[in-house]
């Protein structure tokens, strides 16, 4: 690590202000971050999203499992610029350390502080015990504003996600008829890839600024407590020393007061040299028993007995230590387990209740029917305007449907089909419509009723009628003959 060429001002900032640091580092480099978030991310995003073709959305949901493995790269190689070097994509992949990448997919998977710790475990390598005091070290004043960076960036993805589905619906036209949700206010597969495409792009575009966040905070603190500045300083001032010092006018300065002291006093120069080390040793003994250095810590952790020090200590999770050092610290154990026992009946408590509330959630369809069935409502006259009784359907609806279209009578004909089976299920299928109900609502009654078939012929009409009464769009004659042929299908066999 040469601090001389450092590509920042090695300064003390405050927690944001290393955040903002870290933003203009990516917007600097921008160019080998995305390339390099691009390279890594994009060939398994495409493969992925051709093996969930019908489920685009699991293959969001992979990718973005994944994302501590995506920001080791750009992260191993804002390090190499930080420090003038130019490194390229390619080299930077083949020596990228992959060492400990599965703590990060499982249990540190949801670390609140991800960015802030992955140049710990990428950069300087470390694991284990090491790895943890390092961690403690580090994070410091610091770890709240890592969190709250990392909660920013996620929301910023969010935005960036719900963004571009948002232009891309407010962009397309109409004529399109680009369907994003359908009558059952469900993700529709074009929906779903559009929201799995535009939630990789956000990804995408937000985790060289997150990555570069968490790098700036690591580096802000390296810099407060190895004193990077302090360094630089004296470099500086030592370099302007040696120029001076070689200088001819210089050197022969130096000659003579040094020949000059020699003649005047052989023995001043080991005098002076030896009240120089006294000074110091004073001065560092003052600094050593000093409020800042005369601490000591006393750090517990939880190991089993006959603990072998040589035994890799990161066996354990970190949040397991976490939690048991937080109980320690709150509750305590008490040596007759009285009051590990009593938290112990508490939390059992609360998780048969939780378990009981979820169970009645859960199965409240059955137990309802347990019980003496509810009183049914008097089936609806009129919906939508329309007389829905079976005593005003004529005795061939399907026939009827395509006589009105025949001649013309559009509206008619798609609105004799669309409450003859609304009557339809009323009568045979005994759902409960309300006059209150809207289309899409007594859609979702029919959904909610388990047959598929039924279901979808059914969202399919009230999508035709809809288009019809409302946006005037007049469906094809074929469509209205098969709608007719599917009404004859669904309706003419028993309820079920």
């Known amino acids: 690590m040469n601090l001389d060429k450092l590509q920042i001002n090695a300064t003390i900032r405050s927690g944001w202000q290393a955040v903002d640091l870290g933003f203009l580092m990516a917007r600097a480099w921008w160019r080998p971050l995305y390339l390099a978030s691009l390279l890594s991310l994009l060939p398994l995003a495409l493969v992925l999203l051709m093996v969930f073709s019908g489920s685009p959305l699991w293959a969001l949901a992979i990718v973005w499992w994944l994302k501590p493995f995506w920001e080791r790269l750009p992260l191993f190689i804002a390090s190499r610029r930080l420090f003038d070097e130019e490194s390229g994509v390619w080299s930077s992949m083949k020596s990228l350390p992959l060492k400990d990448i599965l703590p990060w997919l499982l249990w540190r998977r949801f670390s609140v502080q991800r960015a802030f710790d992955n140049p710990v475990t990428v950069l300087e390598e470390l694991k284990g015990g090491q790895r943890r005091q390092r961690l403690r070290i580090l994070h410091g004043k610091y770890s709240d504003v890592a969190l709250a960076s990392q909660l920013v960036c996620f929301c910023f993805e969010l935005l960036v996600c719900f963004g571009i589905i948002i232009m891309l619906d407010f962009f397309t036209p109409d004529t399109l008829d680009v369907r994003i949700y359908d009558n059952f206010n469900d993700l529709t597969l074009l929906g779903e890839w559009m929201y799995a495409l535009a939630g990789i792009a956000a990804i995408t575009l937000v985790m060289p600024f997150h990555t570069m966040a968490g790098f700036a905070l690591y580096l802000n603190r390296r810099i407060e407590l190895e004193a990077w500045d302090i360094e630089i300083s004296f470099r500086s001032l030592a370099e302007r020393k040696r120029n001076k010092d070689a200088s001819p006018a210089g050197m022969v300065a130096a000659l003579l007061l040094g020949f000059s002291v020699a003649l005047a006093a052989p023995g001043a120069a080991d005098a002076a040299v030896d009240h120089d080390r006294e000074s110091a040793a004073v001065l560092i003994g003052e600094v050593v028993d000093g409020e800042d250095f005369g601490q000591e810590r006393t750090v517990r952790k939880w190991r089993f007995k006959d603990w072998s020090d040589e035994v890799e200590e ?86 009827e449907v395509m006589r009105l279209w025949a001649g013309g009578g559009y509206r008619e004909a798609l609105g004799l089909l669309y409450r003859a089976s609304l009557s339809r299920l009323i009568d045979k299928y005994e759902l409960a419509f309300r006059a209150s109900h809207t289309e899409a609502e007594c859609a979702a009654l029919v959904r909610a009723r388990g047959i598929d078939s039924l279901s979808d012929y059914f969202w399919l009409l009230t999508s035709v009628w809809r288009r019809l009464a409302y946006g005037h769009q007049l469906p094809a004659a074929e469509q209205v003959r098969s709608l007719c042929d599917a009404w004859t299908k669904e309706f003419s066999r028993e309820a079920e």
Not at 328 to 341: H, R, V, Y
Not at 352 to 370: D, I, K, N, T
Request: glycine letters at 6%.
């Open 314 to 399: 990161d066996t354990f999770p970190e949040w397991l230590i976490e939690f048991l050092e937080w109980w320690e610290a709150n509750i305590g154990w008490s040596t007759d387990f009285a009051g590990f026992a009593a938290w112990l009946k508490i939390m059992l408590v609360v998780l048969f209740g939780a378990l009981l509330v979820y169970l009645l959630y859960r199965f409240r369809g059955p137990l309802s029917r347990l019980g003496p069935a509810p009183a049914r409502e008097a089936a609806p006259e009129v919906l939508f305007g329309f007389d829905v009784t079976p005593q005003s359907l004529p005795a061939d609806v399907p026939a």
